[in-house]
């Protein structure tokens, strides 16, 4: 056996008697009697309720894709990451890994059997073929880039590895799967990497450290891994404390106006900039009303209080639409910081009235002057900045950069 294979212990257990005669004989104690209880009638028994059943075991499907996430997680996605150290599975495709990761993923999915065939109980050694390796690998990529002869201990004379040991595979990951998707054979899996250890499919506490996306195609009952790619958005703790000027509604123009206090401005005007609306929505306010008008990328609504209507709230997804100062839709988490005042030594989250936030300067709450990154499953989700009841909302997609900015103030504030 090789370190899988243990030597066999010897260990002797002693047994030890020690017998001492009585100095007397105990007295007889006379057996306790119980109290004879009569059975109860037959239309009693019939009465009782049946014995509670216990509750079958879950069945886990055959079908891997299907499988529940601690199982998913525990057979297919946290093994690989435990043998390549220091994110080394990481890929766009297989072919990105070198031959010695290849190597240390063939041996982990090789079988027992086929590893102690190769020991050679003379050299107390294993050597390992090529043929070998390449029918670990073809359990779980499609293609792949592998020449044993990179592989550190290959042994050029056995044209093989030769290796001590052939194992030594152990440890654990805090992964979490955020979000799953499904294209034909093809699963893509979002998983959050957390310092906090939690078991299988259930959510670490404390925010996420990383964040990666895995490709996995199942077929024929198994799985092959396509990609797996880190998609984390980096930033060092106190590398975001800045001296930027903190959010103010000078920092919002529409039009080339201040759309802080609110402009004058018509359902005409927007059309004209905007064309037609693909819907209009109004919601009732006393003697008047809120109208929405949804231009399919770009949402605005105004009052109808008054002679002429206001602009209170603008949405926009585009990224050519330049309403907020230095920030516009597709940047970085990382650029949005340092745009703005930070003055976080480290982005520590807590709880605030906001939900789970890193405060990044003032006083989260109505009517204050504040800024914060806030988090939702450990991850950050969306910056909040206000001034006096005027703010603005900046949403974040999956890869942590800008998709789309709200901007509120004025009589909906």
């Given amino acids: 056996m090789k370190s899988r294979r243990l030597a ?9 008697a020690a017998c001492a005669a009585p100095e007397a004989a105990a007295p007889e104690t006379p057996a306790r ?17 049946a014995p509670a059943q216990s509750a079958a075991p ?4 055959d079908d891997p894709s299907l499988w529940p996430d601690e199982k998913l997680l525990f057979e297919i996605l946290i093994p690989p990451e435990v043998v390549l150290v220091d994110d080394g599975f990481t890929f766009d495709t297989p072919e990105d890994l070198p031959s010695e990761q290849l190597c240390l993923l063939a041996l982990s999915w090789a079988d027992d ?23 670990s690998l073809n359990q779980h990529f499609h293609t792949y880039d592998f020449d044993i ?25 805090s992964m979490y799967i955020a979000d799953r998707r499904s294209d034909g054979s093809v699963v893509t899996y979002t998983v959050d990497f957390y310092t906090e250890y939690a078991p299988p499919g259930v959510l670490p506490d404390g925010p996420a450290y990383q964040r990666k996306v895995y490709r996995v195609d199942f077929r024929d009952g198994g799985w092959y891994y396509l990609s797996a790619q880190d998609v984390t958005w980096t930033l060092e703790p106190g590398a975001a404390a800045n001296d930027a000027p903190a959010f103010c509604s000078r920092d919002v123009q529409f039009g080339g106006q201040p759309f802080f206090p609110i402009q004058p401005i018509t359902a005409e005007a927007l059309d004209a900039q905007f064309g037609p609306p693909a819907s209009v929505t109004r919601t009732p306010v006393h003697d008047w009303y809120w109208e929405t008008r949804d231009y399919g990328g770009v949402t605005a609504t105004v009052d109808t209080y008054g002679d002429a209507g206001h602009l209170a709230a603008l949405t926009y997804r585009q990224p050519d639409l330049a309403c907020l100062r230095d920030v516009r839709v597709g940047d970085s988490l990382a650029h949005v910081l340092a ?16 939900g789970p936030a890193a405060v990044l300067y003032g006083t989260p709450g109505h009517m204050q002057e504040f800024g914060i990154l806030q988090y939702r499953g450990g991850r950050p989700y969306q910056l909040q900045y206000q001034e006096d009841g005027v703010g603005v909302i900046i949403r974040l997609d999956e890869a942590a950069c800008v998709s789309e900015i709200e901007i509120i103030g004025g009589l909906l504030a």
């Fill in 149 to 173: 002869t990179a592989c550190c201990g290959y042994d050029s004379d056995r044209d093989a590895l030769s290796m001590m040991t052939a194992s030594g595979f152990g440890g654990d990951r």
């Fill in 33 to 49: 009697q119980l109290p004879s209880v009569d059975p109860l009638p037959a239309e009693e028994l019939e009465a009782l309720p």
């Fill in 58 to 61: 879950e069945e886990v499907p």
């Fill in 339 to 354: 745009a703005y005042r930070n003055d976080a030594a480290a982005l520590q989250v807590t709880e605030t009235e906001y």
């Fill in 8 to 16: 066999g212990l010897l260990i002797p257990l002693l047994l030890l």
């Fill in 113 to 135: 059997a086929q590893l102690e065939a190769c020991y050679d109980a003379a050299d107390q050694r294993y050597y390992i073929g090529d043929s070998l390796l390449r029918e």
